[in-house]
Nanobody, 115 residues
């Protein structure tokens, strides 16, 4: 398993943007899958975006057109660019990597969208 460290969360006004980063302790070059999930108070954790080894992506309906997942193999980091944020995007965001059959999770970063 790898250690994952998220950063980039914070307080932003509606319509604003944030970029979340997930730095891995090992190489992500051959990771099968990397993703971002979120959990709002009183709700189950849900998938927000995911990126597969071949380059294909998948987004939750609520994220389509506003969020973009990407990776930088040289930095062993993957990102979630979030634009046009809405109050309903408020949650703790977790990153996830599956590599060599093992799943790793970050500790979570809080995103709050409020005026």
């Amino acid at each position: 398993q790898m250690q994952l460290v998220e950063s980039g969360g914070g307080l932003v006004q509606p319509g604003g943007s944030l970029r979340l980063s997930c730095a891995a302790s090992g190489s992500i070059f051959s990771a099968n899958y990397m993703g971002w999930y979120r959990q709002a108070p009183g709700k189950q954790r849900e998938m927000v975006a995911r990126l597969f080894l071949g380059g294909s992506t998948d987004y939750a309906d609520s994220a389509k057109g506003r969020f973009t997942i990407s990776r930088d193999n040289a930095k062993n980091t993957h990102y979630l660019q979030m634009n046009n944020l809405k109050p309903e995007d408020t949650a703790v965001y977790y990153c996830n990597i599956v590599s060599r059959g093992l799943a790793s999770w970050g500790q979570g970063t809080q995103v709050t969208v409020s005026s």
